[in-house]
């Protein structure tokens, strides 16, 4: 884990936000502020590496498009989609980043980041995802062909028609994802994967765990019976069997297979408590809001079934919550 380090990132910039311990900024030395500022590199953290962060964000919610417009132009972005009431986060990611676009969908109850300049996305987001891979099998086969892409149209190498030719045949490719395809992170690991548990918290950073559970994870309070109310954990994916068995070995959890997708998910009060303990103080998003009743009504769960019910409506309510576009106005 990066515990206590300064993070210098390759062409980000961060504006952090307060109330978040695991982001907030500390002194450094006045030679190395003036060097970071003047290179517009610098990231502070204790805990949370942006880069590994924004990763496992865009391996949940992420998109690398490309297609050709009506003037029958190669157009590329980067895009993160999120409902409206997680705007902020996206607001996160382009302090960050220093680029890129936030929209504010009202109609579709959407928040979309998008980097469309061609020069930018291999400038500022293809040295993140090189150098931090992708580890769902769908996401690091989608990036992998948008990069041969975007690189293929600045080749100069090439001619226009050759460019067009090699960028079409890499989009017939985009929506057919092999089924035995996987991230080649996953090369250093055999199919046992509980031997490989070094090796695995070595590809599952905290840091793009943190972010694939703001994209993915769910923190909640179910029935149990019905006069017993419990507080659980949750991450579902489909056909990701390798990378949920990998996030399971990690949290300390099991893999539930089902017809359509894969499940892990608890209401064991130790692994609640680990799980708690392990995202504190951790997050960006309105997950993080989520979290933190979540975690807070747990150390209070002996109040009983009436506390933890008005707990359950209030994060229903929370998730419930839509911004409109002056939200903008307000960030």
Same mark, same amino acid.
């Given at each position: 884990?990066?515990?206590?380090?300064?993070?210098?990132?390759?062409?980000?910039?961060?504006?952090?936000?307060? @109330? /978040?311990?695991? &982001?907030?900024?500390?002194?450094?030395?006045?030679?190395?502020?003036? =060097?970071?500022?003047?290179?517009?590199?610098?990231?502070?953290? +204790?805990?949370?590496?942006?880069?590994?962060?924004?990763? %496992?964000?865009?391996? %949940?919610?992420?998109?690398?498009?490309?297609?050709? #417009?009506?003037?029958?132009? &190669?157009?590329?972005? $980067?895009?993160?989609? /999120?409902? =409206?009431?997680?705007?902020?986060?996206?607001?996160?990611?382009?302090?960050?980043? %220093?680029?890129?676009?936030?929209?504010?969908?009202?109609?579709?109850?959407?928040?979309?980041?998008?980097?469309? !300049?061609?020069?930018?996305?291999?400038?500022?987001?293809?040295?993140?995802?090189?150098?931090?891979?992708?580890?769902? !099998?769908?996401?690091?086969?989608?990036?992998?062909?948008?990069?041969?892409?975007?690189?293929?149209?600045?080749?100069?190498?090439?001619?226009?028609?050759?460019?067009?030719?090699?960028?079409?045949?890499?989009?017939? /490719?985009?929506?057919?994802?092999?089924? +035995?395809?996987?991230?080649?992170?996953?090369?250093?690991?055999?199919?046992?994967?509980?031997?490989?548990?070094?090796?695995?918290?070595?590809?599952?950073?905290?840091? &793009?765990?943190?972010? $694939? #559970?703001?994209?993915?994870?769910? $923190?909640?309070?179910?029935?149990?019976?019905?006069?017993?109310?419990?507080?659980?954990?949750?991450?579902? /994916? !489909?056909?990701?069997?390798?990378?949920?068995? %990998?996030?399971?070995?990690?949290? @300390?959890?099991?893999?539930?297979?089902?017809?359509?997708?894969?499940?892990?998910?608890?209401?064991?009060?130790?692994?609640?408590?680990?799980?708690?303990?392990?995202?504190?103080?951790?997050? !960006?998003?309105?997950?993080?809001?989520?979290?933190?009743? &979540?975690?807070?009504?747990? #150390?209070?769960?002996?109040?009983? $079934?009436?506390?933890?019910?008005?707990?359950?409506?209030?994060?229903?309510?929370?998730? =419930?919550?839509?911004? @409109?576009?002056?939200?903008?106005?307000?960030?």
């Amino acid at each position: 884990m990066e515990m206590n380090t300064y993070l210098k990132i390759n062409s980000v910039k961060m504006s952090l936000t307060r @109330g /978040q311990s695991a &982001w907030n900024t500390k002194k450094i030395s006045s030679e190395t502020q003036r =060097s970071a500022f003047s290179s517009k590199r610098l990231l502070l953290a +204790d805990s949370i590496n942006f880069n590994n962060w924004l990763v %496992g964000i865009a391996d %949940g919610d992420g998109t690398f498009r490309f297609g050709t #417009t009506k003037k029958n132009v &190669w157009s590329f972005s $980067f895009q993160i989609n /999120q409902s =409206s009431a997680n705007a902020q986060l996206l607001y996160f990611i382009k302090s960050a980043l %220093g680029v890129g676009q936030v929209t504010i969908d009202e109609k579709n109850e959407r928040a979309i980041y998008r980097l469309r !300049k061609k020069d930018l996305i291999i400038s500022q987001v293809l040295p993140i995802f090189d150098t931090h891979p992708l580890l769902t !099998k769908n996401k690091h086969f989608k990036y992998s062909l948008f990069r041969q892409a975007i690189l293929t149209s600045i080749d100069p190498s090439l001619s226009a028609q050759e460019k067009t030719q090699q960028i079409s045949n890499l989009d017939l /490719q985009y929506l057919n994802v092999p089924k +035995d395809y996987l991230s080649p992170v996953w090369s250093k690991v055999g199919p046992n994967l509980p031997e490989f548990k070094a090796e695995i918290t070595q590809i599952i950073h905290k840091s &793009w765990l943190v972010g $694939f #559970t703001e994209a993915e994870g769910s $923190f909640y309070i179910v029935r149990k019976s019905k006069t017993q109310l419990v507080h659980a954990f949750e991450i579902t /994916q !489909k056909d990701e069997t390798v990378l949920m068995r %990998g996030i399971a070995l990690v949290l @300390g959890l099991k893999v539930i297979d089902k017809r359509t997708h894969s499940t892990i998910i608890t209401t064991k009060q130790e692994r609640i408590q680990f799980i708690s303990d392990f995202f504190f103080k951790t997050m !960006k998003g309105t997950k993080s809001l989520e979290y933190r009743i &979540w975690a807070r009504s747990f #150390t209070k769960r002996s109040r009983g $079934f009436d506390y933890l019910f008005d707990i359950r409506e209030k994060m229903r309510k929370i998730r =419930s919550i839509r911004l @409109g576009k002056n939200f903008k106005k307000m960030s």
